[in-house]
């Protein structure tokens, strides 16, 4: 049984609360099969930047196949818990020395579906004794939902995203899932919100298509949603690449000569196109061209490079996160090259320095 | 634009665009002109020009997404006609002065016309023969062999041909 016990020692140093930054390094070593998650749509825990997220099953590097690993999880129909389904219990967990760890414990059908699937897993990643599914938190966001009184995840604003297979912060695989009807985990779900005290509100739902109603009249979570704009975003590196489209002439780069409004890259193009099935079917020519009868193609089809620096924009949140200097870095330096790069070599990056000076300026 | 009865050769029914049909006007020269009334407009106008009526038809269709083309009678506009647009092979400077490339395929038989401002400059033939691209010998200004070339790779592959040949 391949255990990670560098992830295992990361994860027990988290519960007792004494490094984090330590934990977040040492997590980025080993692979989880996870559901994503975002709370308030924010994707990132703001003290340590480490994507929210429910593991489902964590790998070891050295000891696993994550061909095996991937293998196992594709058979298996992972469906994200449904927020309205799935109650939640702010409590802390307790370390071996006694810290603690802030986590929003999961209850219901949809939690007793993530611990079903551990035995397929069975030879592979860890066995965690008792495993509960829950989501770490920072402590502002725990106090948050907290206060705020939520019962369900959806009452604490929190969402669910199909499984991925991540190492560290890489995207290895992500799994589609078949839709079901949510009548299959009725039941469950009332028993469970019953044990949880929010059975008043259920008890005239009978259709859980619907909401849950809230057992009191207290107003829903609060927790303020993340001031990230992504048309913001683009809007700075707009602004940053050519004073909002007034100067479009690049300099040659050993890559190719960026095109239009946003800098984008002949190889940012191809890439963008060829990753979405649409703008491969539409525009499939780009793959094809280069230097000026690509530029000249861009040209002629005017709308397409917003189009392109929209879905950019997005594959680069959906490795950084919501920080903007990550993703100016991200935009200017790649996906691989931010990979590599230390964060403090992020942070004094003049396109960094740039995107932090425009983004509180622009609209 | 100003156009007299009897310079009109046919007219025929190309579509509907927000509503209101789109004629295709043949004049006795052999130039073709797309006319309707686009959405807030009070009068016809030209919306397409060209010497090539499945060219003018291919840039209405683009420059106004809501045009609903209907079945043709002309075999000149037969529905199985497709055009393909290889102007960003050209040069700034030809593509300043006006000139497109398209390719016109119906069937087997592909055809590459250079245009200016909408008037034929030169047409290239050619045909697909088992996967293989023949085009025939034409002659054309020497400044548009680069974006020929460019024309004919991108066609032959977007319609699975793995050959080009010359044909003498």
Redesign the interface.
């Known amino acids: 049984m391949g255990l990670d016990q560098g992830l295992l020692r990361a994860m027990i140093e988290m519960e007792k609360g004494e490094d984090e930054e330590k934990y977040k390094s040492k997590a980025q070593e080993g692979s989880d099969l996870m559901f994503p998650v975002t709370i308030g749509g924010l994707t990132h825990r703001p003290d340590i930047n480490v994507k929210y997220h429910t593991t489902i099953r964590l790998f070891d590097r050295k000891d696993d196949d994550q061909s095996k690993a991937h293998d196992t999880a594709r058979k298996l129909n992972l469906v994200p818990p449904n927020p309205n389904e799935t109650a939640i219990e702010p409590t802390t967990l307790q370390g071996r020395d006694g810290n603690t760890m802030h986590v929003l414990r999961l209850h219901g059908p949809h939690s007793e579906r993530i611990k079903s699937y551990q035995p397929h897993f069975k030879g592979q990643g860890q066995d965690i004794p008792n495993f509960h599914p829950h989501i770490t938190v920072d402590k502002d966001t725990w106090n948050k939902v907290k206060a705020s009184g939520a019962k369900t995840a959806k009452e604490a604003g929190i969402e669910f995203h199909p499984a991925e297979l991540r190492h560290g912060d890489r995207v290895i695989s992500t799994y589609p899932h078949k839709e079901e009807k949510s009548e299959q985990l009725d039941k469950g779900f009332k028993h469970v919100a019953a044990g949880l005290g929010i059975a008043a509100g259920l008890a005239g739902a009978p259709k859980t298509s619907e909401a849950p109603t809230p057992a009191t009249t207290r107003a829903p979570a609060s927790i303020p949603l993340s001031p990230y704009s992504h048309k913001k975003m683009l809007n700075t590196i707009e602004q940053i690449e050519s004073a909002s489209g007034k100067l479009q002439h690049h300099k040659p780069t050993k890559h190719g000569t960026a095109y239009g409004k946003y800098g984008l890259m002949p190889d940012t193009i191809k890439e963008t196109v060829h990753m979405h099935p649409d703008l491969r079917s539409k525009y499939g ?1 780009v793959a ?2 280069q230097g ?3 530029n ?2 861009m ?2 089809n005017p709308g397409l490079e917003d189009v392109i620096a929209d879905r950019h924009l997005q594959r680069l949140e959906h490795h950084f996160g919501q920080d903007p200097s990550k993703l100016g870095y991200s935009w200017n330096q790649g996906i691989r090259g931010t990979y590599h790069a230390k964060p403090e070599k992020i942070s004094s990056h003049p396109y960094t320095q740039k995107v932090k000076s425009f983004y509180s300026k622009v609209k | 634009m100003q156009i007299n009865p009897s310079e009109i050769d046919s007219v025929e029914e190309a579509g509907i665009l927000d509503g209101s049909p789109v004629k295709l006007v043949k004049l006795k020269g052999g130039f073709w002109i797309g006319i309707g009334r686009p959405k807030g407009k009070m009068r016809e106008e030209a919306l397409s020009a060209g010497s090539h009526p499945a060219i003018v038809k291919y840039n209405i269709e683009k420059q106004h997404p809501n045009f609903q083309p209907s079945m043709m009678k002309s075999e000149f506009f037969a529905d199985n006609t497709i055009v393909d ?1 290889h ?6 400077d030809l ?1 300043k002065s006006g000139h497109e490339i398209y390719s016109v395929q119906a069937g087997p038989k592909i055809d590459f016309h250079i245009t200016k401002y909408g008037q034929n400059v030169a047409t290239i033939e050619s045909k697909i023969n088992d996967k293989t691209l023949e085009i025939k010998q034409s002659v054309y200004p020497k400044e548009f062999v680069r974006a020929i070339s ?1 024309a004919t ?2 066609k032959s ?2 319609c699975g041909a793995s050959k080009i040949r010359l044909e003498k």
Do not use: M, P, V, W
């Open positions: 020519k094809t061209l000026q009868d690509l000249n193609y040209r002629d | 647009r102007s960003h092979f050209l040069s700034d593509r460019g790779i991108e592959a977007s």
